[in-house]
């Protein structure tokens, strides 16, 4: 009994110190590999954790398995513009159907579903069709990010660009506009389940949880990163306060065309940082994976203006952590389909990120 209770007391006292050991290791960045102007990864369900699609602003998506070896699963180059916040700029996986974000070569935004084939590896010929079309009346605050959460296909939009919302005359409060929104496409249209958002570049939902975070990339003033409960997810409607409040500070903008409407709650930045900190937010992923044991819960994200990467706590964003690695051209952050966490270099290479 003696020795059970020394045998027990030895392994307790090991977990104790190798805990603050697996929360402090140092976070690396592996390289994936390199691709032509990469902006998102994903993965769906049920693909090995070795499996990435890998979005190409040009106009493809690329799927990379293990040993390297990549396949072409859509090329649409031909029918994308170029503008440096336009391209191919999102794409997801539900079942048999790849949902992909672009803008057209007249500048407006399309979402376009396309059947893959059993493999998941190549789309069938002549299987698109158009679920969105939106018109853009500028060529910046066009990006958003397609996500598939519970059933349903949710796509982010910009306030349709130029500055303080003045493209677009005050869209993101309109709630007869798609610009500015959250949307969420139901068996009978598309929803605006969130409104008030600038230019909501990079969101996630916690895989976990289904809370939502999203990254709202700033005029001249703020940047900020909403958060928003699971439960309170859909409708009605959220205001996350665009243009008469960017981040906490309020009236930053001369004209607020008419100011805050609908009866949306109004939501405030889990947190917001000035120019000082960075300039352009890109919003990341709860990691939910098990090769960083110690960042389980944490909320990674970065700054493509500052190159830095941090992390805290998930939902408070509290106990913010800059980690010892930066990616130039930080564009997007992505999951594996176990809850692995990459980063997205502009630049070309994509890197997983580990801790040995």
């Known amino acids: 009994m003696r020795m059970r209770r020394t045998v027990t007391g030895v392994l307790v006292a090991m977990l104790v110190l190798a805990l603050p050991a697996l929360a402090g290791a140092a976070i690396k960045k592996r390289l994936v590999g ?3 102007a990469p902006i998102q990864v994903f993965a769906p369900a049920g693909v090995p954790g070795s499996t ?3 979005v190409e602003k040009g106009g493809k998506v690329i799927r990379r398995e293990k040993g390297g070896h990549r396949t072409v ?5 031909g029918h994308v513009s170029g503008g440096n916040e336009q391209g191919l700029l999102s794409g997801v996986i539900a079942g048999r159907s790849l949902f992909v974000y672009f803008t057209n070569r007249h500048g407006d935004s399309r979402v376009v579903r396309y059947r893959l084939n059993r493999g998941l590896g190549h789309v069938v010929t002549g299987s698109q069709k158009t679920v969105l079309r939106q ?29 303080c919302n003045d493209a677009a005359p005050g869209s993101a409060q309109d ?19 969130g409104y ?10 916690d895989r976990t949880t289904g809370d939502l975070y999203i990254g709202d990339v700033g005029q001249d003033t703020r940047e900020e990163v909403d958060f928003l409960p699971a439960a309170k997810v859909g409708l009605p409607a959220e205001n996350y306060g665009w243009n008469v409040h960017e981040g906490t500070v309020s009236h930053t903008c001369v004209d607020e065309y008419g100011g805050i409407k609908g009866s949306g709650e109004l939501i405030a930045p889990a947190w917001d940082y000035g120019r000082s900190v ?31 990467i941090r992390t805290a706590d998930a939902r408070t964003l509290k106990n913010r952590k800059t980690l010892g690695i930066s990616v130039g051209s930080l564009y997007s952050f992505g999951e594996n389909s176990r809850g692995e966490l990459y980063a997205v270099s502009g630049d070309g290479p994509v890197y997983r990120l580990i801790t040995n």
């Open 278 to 308: 960075g300039s352009t937010v890109i919003g990341g992923y709860v990691y939910r994976g098990s090769a960083m044991p110690g960042q389980r819960g944490r909320y990674f994200f970065g700054d493509i203006g500052a190159g830095w």
């Open 73 to 77: 699963v859509l090329d649409i180059h």
């Open 34 to 36: 390199n691709f032509d």
């Open 52 to 54: 990435l699609y890998v």
């Open 135 to 163: 018109s853009q009346p500028a060529d910046n605050h066009n990006g958003g990010t397609l996500q598939f959460h519970q059933r349903h296909l949710y796509l982010s939009l910009g306030d349709g660009g130029g500055g």
């Open 196 to 205: 008030g958002l600038r230019n909501p570049w990079r969101w996630s939902f």
């Open 175 to 193: 709630l007869g506009s798609k610009l500015g929104k959250l949307l969420r496409r139901d068996s009978d249209g598309w929803k605006i389940v």
